[in-house]
T-cell receptor, first 114, second 115 residues
Protein backbone atom coordinates (compact mmCIF):
# COMPACT_ATOMS: atom_id res chain seq x y z
CA UNK A 1 0.00 0.00 0.00
CA UNK A 2 1.24 3.48 -0.85
CA UNK A 3 2.23 5.80 1.97
CA UNK A 4 1.20 9.42 2.34
CA UNK A 5 2.98 12.50 3.63
CA UNK A 6 1.12 15.39 5.23
CA UNK A 7 2.27 18.49 7.11
CA UNK A 8 1.87 17.91 10.86
CA UNK A 9 -0.12 21.08 11.47
CA UNK A 10 -1.81 24.00 9.75
CA UNK A 11 -3.74 27.10 10.75
CA UNK A 12 -6.68 28.69 8.99
CA UNK A 13 -8.81 31.74 9.70
CA UNK A 14 -12.50 31.15 10.20
CA UNK A 15 -14.45 31.75 7.00
CA UNK A 16 -11.44 31.28 4.76
CA UNK A 17 -10.66 28.25 2.63
CA UNK A 18 -8.49 25.59 4.20
CA UNK A 19 -6.22 23.78 1.71
CA UNK A 20 -4.71 20.61 3.11
CA UNK A 21 -2.00 18.99 0.97
CA UNK A 22 -1.05 15.34 0.76
CA UNK A 23 1.80 13.67 -1.09
CA UNK A 24 1.36 10.10 -2.27
CA UNK A 25 4.18 9.78 -4.79
CA UNK A 26 4.17 5.97 -4.76
CA UNK A 27 0.47 5.65 -5.48
CA UNK A 28 -0.42 3.03 -8.05
CA UNK A 29 -3.09 3.16 -10.70
CA UNK A 30 -5.61 1.11 -8.77
CA UNK A 31 -5.46 3.11 -5.53
CA UNK A 32 -8.02 5.60 -4.34
CA UNK A 33 -7.22 8.68 -2.27
CA UNK A 34 -9.40 8.89 0.84
CA UNK A 35 -9.74 11.71 3.34
CA UNK A 36 -11.03 11.33 6.86
CA UNK A 37 -10.98 13.64 9.84
CA UNK A 38 -10.96 13.02 13.57
CA UNK A 39 -12.28 15.57 16.00
CA UNK A 40 -10.68 15.24 19.42
CA UNK A 41 -10.61 11.46 19.95
CA UNK A 42 -14.00 10.88 18.33
CA UNK A 43 -14.34 8.22 15.67
CA UNK A 44 -12.83 9.23 12.31
CA UNK A 45 -15.33 10.77 9.93
CA UNK A 46 -15.31 10.09 6.20
CA UNK A 47 -14.98 13.24 4.10
CA UNK A 48 -14.36 12.40 0.47
CA UNK A 49 -12.45 10.12 -1.87
CA UNK A 50 -11.31 10.06 -5.49
CA UNK A 51 -9.35 8.09 -8.04
CA UNK A 52 -8.36 10.42 -10.88
CA UNK A 53 -10.88 13.20 -11.24
CA UNK A 54 -11.53 16.06 -8.88
CA UNK A 55 -14.44 15.44 -6.56
CA UNK A 56 -16.79 17.67 -4.60
CA UNK A 57 -19.43 16.96 -2.00
CA UNK A 58 -21.25 18.92 0.67
CA UNK A 59 -18.24 18.82 2.97
CA UNK A 60 -15.23 19.45 0.77
CA UNK A 61 -13.50 19.34 -2.59
CA UNK A 62 -10.68 17.00 -3.53
CA UNK A 63 -8.16 18.07 -6.14
CA UNK A 64 -5.89 15.30 -7.47
CA UNK A 65 -2.92 16.22 -9.65
CA UNK A 66 -2.74 14.79 -13.14
CA UNK A 67 0.14 12.47 -12.21
CA UNK A 68 -1.81 11.46 -9.07
CA UNK A 69 1.23 11.93 -6.89
CA UNK A 70 -0.41 14.53 -4.69
CA UNK A 71 -3.81 15.86 -3.74
CA UNK A 72 -5.37 18.75 -1.86
CA UNK A 73 -8.43 18.70 0.33
CA UNK A 74 -10.26 22.00 0.27
CA UNK A 75 -12.68 23.12 2.96
CA UNK A 76 -14.18 26.14 1.21
CA UNK A 77 -15.34 28.11 4.25
CA UNK A 78 -13.69 26.73 7.36
CA UNK A 79 -15.53 27.01 10.66
CA UNK A 80 -14.35 26.43 14.21
CA UNK A 81 -16.03 23.02 14.08
CA UNK A 82 -13.62 22.00 11.31
CA UNK A 83 -10.75 21.99 13.81
CA UNK A 84 -9.58 18.37 13.67
CA UNK A 85 -6.85 16.02 12.52
CA UNK A 86 -7.21 15.31 8.80
CA UNK A 87 -5.95 12.02 7.42
CA UNK A 88 -5.08 11.32 3.80
CA UNK A 89 -5.02 7.63 2.96
CA UNK A 90 -4.53 5.61 -0.20
CA UNK A 91 -6.04 2.22 -0.66
CA UNK A 92 -6.58 -0.25 -3.49
CA UNK A 93 -9.86 -0.54 -5.34
CA UNK A 94 -11.99 -3.58 -4.67
CA UNK A 95 -10.69 -5.28 -7.79
CA UNK A 96 -7.19 -5.25 -6.36
CA UNK A 97 -7.98 -8.06 -4.01
CA UNK A 98 -9.21 -8.56 -0.51
CA UNK A 99 -6.91 -6.06 1.16
CA UNK A 100 -9.21 -3.39 2.52
CA UNK A 101 -7.13 -2.24 5.40
CA UNK A 102 -6.25 1.42 5.63
CA UNK A 103 -2.77 2.57 6.52
CA UNK A 104 -3.04 5.71 8.62
CA UNK A 105 -0.29 8.23 9.20
CA UNK A 106 -0.39 10.99 11.80
CA UNK A 107 -2.40 13.37 9.61
CA UNK A 108 -2.53 17.15 9.66
CA UNK A 109 -3.81 18.90 12.75
CA UNK A 110 -5.88 21.80 11.43
CA UNK A 111 -6.63 24.66 13.78
CA UNK A 112 -9.34 27.04 12.61
CA UNK A 113 -8.93 30.34 14.40
CA UNK A 114 -11.62 32.97 15.02
CA UNK B 1 -23.88 9.83 13.89
CA UNK B 2 -22.26 7.19 11.67
CA UNK B 3 -24.70 4.43 12.58
CA UNK B 4 -21.91 2.28 14.06
CA UNK B 5 -22.26 1.65 17.78
CA UNK B 6 -19.61 0.56 20.24
CA UNK B 7 -19.85 -0.48 23.87
CA UNK B 8 -18.66 0.26 26.42
CA UNK B 9 -17.59 3.84 25.98
CA UNK B 10 -14.97 3.62 28.71
CA UNK B 11 -13.30 0.64 30.32
CA UNK B 12 -10.86 0.64 33.20
CA UNK B 13 -9.18 -2.58 34.20
CA UNK B 14 -6.00 -3.98 35.66
CA UNK B 15 -2.97 -5.62 34.07
CA UNK B 16 -3.42 -9.30 33.37
CA UNK B 17 -7.16 -9.03 32.95
CA UNK B 18 -9.33 -9.80 29.92
CA UNK B 19 -11.93 -7.53 28.36
CA UNK B 20 -14.40 -7.69 25.49
CA UNK B 21 -15.28 -4.76 23.29
CA UNK B 22 -18.45 -4.85 21.25
CA UNK B 23 -19.36 -3.30 17.92
CA UNK B 24 -22.59 -3.18 15.93
CA UNK B 25 -22.15 -2.17 12.29
CA UNK B 26 -24.39 0.10 10.28
CA UNK B 27 -27.54 -1.54 9.04
CA UNK B 28 -26.73 -3.43 5.85
CA UNK B 29 -22.95 -3.37 6.27
CA UNK B 30 -21.28 -6.77 6.18
CA UNK B 31 -17.69 -5.82 6.95
CA UNK B 32 -16.35 -4.86 10.35
CA UNK B 33 -12.87 -3.50 11.02
CA UNK B 34 -11.05 -2.98 14.31
CA UNK B 35 -8.43 -0.29 14.91
CA UNK B 36 -6.26 0.71 17.84
CA UNK B 37 -5.19 4.29 18.48
CA UNK B 38 -2.64 4.90 21.20
CA UNK B 39 -2.06 8.37 22.61
CA UNK B 40 -1.06 10.84 19.89
CA UNK B 41 -0.68 8.04 17.37
CA UNK B 42 -2.36 7.27 14.09
CA UNK B 43 -4.83 4.46 13.78
CA UNK B 44 -3.39 0.96 13.60
CA UNK B 45 -5.47 -1.55 11.71
CA UNK B 46 -6.00 -4.74 13.70
CA UNK B 47 -8.36 -7.03 11.82
CA UNK B 48 -11.28 -7.18 9.41
CA UNK B 49 -14.26 -9.52 9.25
CA UNK B 50 -16.66 -9.88 6.37
CA UNK B 51 -19.94 -11.69 6.84
CA UNK B 52 -18.57 -13.73 9.70
CA UNK B 53 -15.22 -14.61 8.19
CA UNK B 54 -11.81 -13.12 8.82
CA UNK B 55 -10.68 -11.22 5.70
CA UNK B 56 -7.59 -9.23 6.60
CA UNK B 57 -5.18 -9.06 9.48
CA UNK B 58 -3.03 -6.14 10.53
CA UNK B 59 -0.87 -5.56 13.57
CA UNK B 60 -2.96 -7.62 15.93
CA UNK B 61 -1.22 -9.22 18.89
CA UNK B 62 -1.69 -12.89 19.67
CA UNK B 63 -3.28 -11.86 22.97
CA UNK B 64 -6.06 -10.21 20.97
CA UNK B 65 -8.78 -11.98 19.05
CA UNK B 66 -12.00 -11.05 17.36
CA UNK B 67 -15.07 -12.60 15.85
CA UNK B 68 -18.14 -11.58 13.92
CA UNK B 69 -21.44 -13.19 14.79
CA UNK B 70 -24.36 -14.22 12.53
CA UNK B 71 -26.17 -10.98 13.37
CA UNK B 72 -23.00 -9.21 12.12
CA UNK B 73 -22.03 -7.62 15.38
CA UNK B 74 -18.40 -8.10 16.31
CA UNK B 75 -16.41 -8.50 19.49
CA UNK B 76 -12.75 -7.78 20.12
CA UNK B 77 -11.26 -9.76 22.97
CA UNK B 78 -8.14 -8.47 24.68
CA UNK B 79 -6.44 -10.75 27.19
CA UNK B 80 -3.43 -10.65 29.51
CA UNK B 81 -3.68 -6.91 29.35
CA UNK B 82 -0.58 -4.76 29.67
CA UNK B 83 -0.19 -1.07 30.41
CA UNK B 84 0.69 -0.48 26.76
CA UNK B 85 -2.71 -1.75 25.67
CA UNK B 86 -4.30 1.42 26.98
CA UNK B 87 -5.72 3.10 23.90
CA UNK B 88 -8.80 4.03 21.97
CA UNK B 89 -10.28 1.10 20.08
CA UNK B 90 -12.40 1.92 17.07
CA UNK B 91 -14.70 -0.24 15.06
CA UNK B 92 -15.66 0.62 11.49
CA UNK B 93 -18.07 -0.95 9.06
CA UNK B 94 -18.55 -0.90 5.31
CA UNK B 95 -20.99 -2.21 2.75
CA UNK B 96 -20.72 -5.40 0.81
CA UNK B 97 -17.45 -5.92 -1.05
CA UNK B 98 -19.42 -5.94 -4.27
CA UNK B 99 -20.13 -2.22 -4.01
CA UNK B 100 -18.12 0.05 -6.29
CA UNK B 101 -16.76 1.89 -3.29
CA UNK B 102 -16.00 0.64 0.19
CA UNK B 103 -16.03 3.66 2.47
CA UNK B 104 -15.57 2.83 6.13
CA UNK B 105 -17.76 4.43 8.77
CA UNK B 106 -16.40 4.59 12.28
CA UNK B 107 -17.99 4.17 15.66
CA UNK B 108 -17.35 6.49 18.62
CA UNK B 109 -14.70 4.20 20.07
CA UNK B 110 -13.99 2.52 23.39
CA UNK B 111 -11.37 4.07 25.63
CA UNK B 112 -9.48 1.33 27.44
CA UNK B 113 -7.35 2.20 30.43
CA UNK B 114 -5.15 -0.51 31.92
CA UNK B 115 -3.86 0.28 35.42
Amino acid sequence: DAKTTQPPSMDCAEGRAANLPCNHSTISGNEYVYWYRQIHSQGPQYIIHGLKNNETNEMASLIITEDRKSSTLILPHATLRDTAVYYCIVRPTLNAGNNRKLIWGLGTSLAVNP
Amino acid sequence: DSGVTQTPKHLITATGQRVTLRCSPRSGDLSVYWYQQSLDQGLQFLIQYYNGEERAKGNILERFSAQQFPDLHSELNLSSLELGDSALYFCASSVSQRASTDTQYFGPGTRLTVL
